[in-house]
């Protein structure tokens, strides 16, 4: 059990590692890109008629995503250099925009809104430049003038907390990723981010919380969650050594992606706690049919417990197909090759009964008898008369093994690419009498991800 989670603990923290590259080399990118200069005018306020020191010229600057506020008001005294900031914003030039700013902040008496309007302009100038510290100090000064209005401080915070987590201030990302939320300013994206924040800072139980209001944020609007919000959890889960957390959110990225990998962990921590051959069968069927299978022990354990029963035609098929795939270990090819001819000569034996069998079957009032051969039929690869045999099989009733039966009918139906009947006959499971529950959940898993 350690081994295997230790194992797997290394395969998620490289899909972590991928997930954080990746969003770190677009965070830089979000930054710089969030804000859009709008173009204003500035002139007096034609309702301003005060002496020359009070007069007013109104600038903005606003987030992309978000409509343009109300227009302000700056000091007649501090005109001339805000108007020349804002010609050297629009014209690119970010570091003459410093110069007149800071002139511009040398100049006494300033309002608070004096103050809080040229922050918000340095702020932009330094994101521009790519100067995340002085945009952030920019900020924060901002929010210190008391001069912001409630979409600013909405605005200021979501650019506060994607800096802090571009700089790796986790504790910092979280006081603004958590006030931005409060205030009902955090898109599913920023609640994904927060969610990362808590993760590098070791806080798995908040890490989740907020990993699943990002994933219910993005199913809401209509969008499909990012994968590595669940990833956070299944590492999370992993270190804790927590098998049935796992479990959960494994089955939560399978729905999402139908990635193999994900297949494989989970069906290996189900299939550690089997001890019936005939479930541990039925999970190694998933597993083939997943595509999830990676090791050669996997295919030859399959085929010997499809030889027990009795079904030699699918046992070859696993055998060639693990040959095949390149994951036979040397050691293992004598072993394997042995299998493979006794399993040949069986299937040899069988094609020369067919018709005798089916005759056989289809006169029997028991279903069982059909079953079985449905269940051949299936391993030759004659699907239409599986999927034939087996209904005829399951309406004649006394069928010892249902779930087998069921499977069998859903798995043809798979490969005839009839989805919607496949899922049909998986979703009869529930009704077996005594189905193991494990086997129940992961082929009803399975069937969810039988979609067009």
Known sequence: MRMLLKAMGFWVWGLIAIALSASFVTLSYRLASNYRWHDTAMAPSPSEATPATSATVSATVVPSNETMPKVGVVSRGIAKEMRAAQSALQAGRWNEALDD??????????????????????????????????????????????????????????????????????????????????????????LGILSLSYYLQKDCANSALWADKAIGASRETGQTPRENWSQFKLQCAADAGDNAAMEAVLADLIRLTHKSTYWNTLLRLERQDERVDHNTLMLYRLMYDTASMSEGSDYIEMAQLLGDAALPAEAQNVLEKG??????????????????????????????????????????????????????????????????????????????HLDDAYVYLGRSLVALKDRDGARAAFANLKTVPNVSPRVLKLWNLYAETLVE
Do not use: C, W
């Open 323 to 400: 040959i095949s795939s390149g994951v036979i270990l040397e050691q293992q090819k004598e072993r394997t090759t042995r299998l493979l001819n006794s399993f040949k000569a069986r299937v040899d034996a069988d094609r020369k009964s067919y018709v005798q069998l089916n005759t056989e079957a289809a006169d029997s009032s028991a279903g069982e008898f059909g079953v079985k051969l449905g269940e051949a039929y299936y391993g030759f690869g004659e699907y239409p008369d599986a999927v034939t045999v087996l209904n005829r099989s399951l309406t004649k009733g006394q069928v010892q």
């Open 101 to 190: 700013l800071q002139a511009a902040q040398e100049i006494s008496p300033l309002t608070a809104f004096d103050l809080k309007t040229i922050d918000e302009f340095k702020a932009y100038a330094h994101i521009k430049l790519k100067n995340f510290s002085s945009a952030q100090s920019d900020y924060e000064a901002e929010l210190a003038t008391g001069a912001v209005t409630v979409q600013e401080t909405v605005n200021v915070f979501r650019m506060l907390f994607l800096m802090s987590v571009s700089k790796g201030q986790h504790a910092n990302a979280i006081e603004y990723g958590t006030e931005l939320a409060a205030r009902g300013g955090a898109s599913a994206e920023d």
